[in-house]
């Protein structure tokens, strides 16, 4: 990919979790678009990046800032699903107060307060998008299997505090989105001991590279919406 037509020429593309492999494969691909004049990325490992901390957010954003660039896209490609203790519970007989607050930090929390800090830097016209990356298994109306309860409500949560970012956006940048993305299955850590459930892996870089399709092809209609890899809305 080397165009994303439908946005300005000249903009910022800021990536949110740029150490993961999905949001690594995001620069990358970003990196060769023509319509953006920088593509920065941000991580834990080399900016400091703290999901969990405001105080780190607010310093990314300003980063951002000083560029003096018209930001048109801001992706947070960041999740938590298991880590150490951390796993997807299998019973409500699991479930536990600090996990819960853990997964909703990192999944929900951390990624409303980049939205809190980078919003405000979009232009008053022209696209821009703020996106970030959920997943099916937060849909309520898709349900069907339960277990994962820390994880499903937490990218639920993600789902409607974003849904309500865009309904204020509009008021004062209504060209511009704010949307929730569910990349799939992708071959990355997050997902690896998970894949043996009949959904084949796709690789990091061609998961980037549709679901910057998806950004692509936004419509008005999509804004606020949580979509698919396909640019298919999933059900709340």
């Known amino acids: 990919m080397t165009d994303l037509k439908s946005f300005p020429v000249g903009g ?38 703290d999901l969990t901390d405001e105080a780190s957010i607010a ?4 980063c951002v800032h000083q560029h003096n660039i018209p930001v048109r ?27 819960l607050a853990r997964s909703f930090a ?30 099916k298994v937060g849909s309520i109306g898709d349900n069907r299997l339960g277990g994962w309860y820390g994880y499903r409500a937490a990218k639920s949560a993600l789902n409607q505090l974003l849904h309500t970012a865009a309904i204020e956006l509009q008021r004062t940048r209504p060209d511009a989105f704010c949307v929730t993305l569910h990349p799939g299955t992708v071959a990355t850590p997050l997902s690896a001991p998970f894949t043996s ?14 679901l910057l399709g998806v950004i692509d092809s936004l419509r008005a209609a999509d804004n606020g919406c949580m979509l698919d890899h396909t640019g298919q809305p999933l059900p709340w």
């Open 12 to 49: 910022l593309a800021a990536v949110n979790g740029a150490n993961g492999g999905i949001g690594r494969a995001l620069v990358e691909a970003l990196s060769g678009v023509n319509q953006f004049g920088a593509v920065l990325g941000f991580s834990r490992r080399a900016d400091g990046l």
């Open 197 to 210: 459930s009949g959904h084949a892996p796709v690789g990091a870089q061609f998961a980037a590279t549709r």
């Open 106 to 135: 990192v999944n929900a929390t951390g990624p409303a307060l980049v939205a809190k800090h980078f919003l405000p830097l979009f232009p008053r016209e022209g696209k821009a998008v703020f996106a970030a990356l959920s997943a």
């Open 59 to 62: 310093k990314v954003a300003h």
């Open 73 to 99: 896209l801001v992706i947070v490609a960041t999740g938590l699903l298991h880590d150490g203790d951390l796993q997807p519970e299998k019973s409500w007989r699991q479930l536990d107060a600090a996990r």
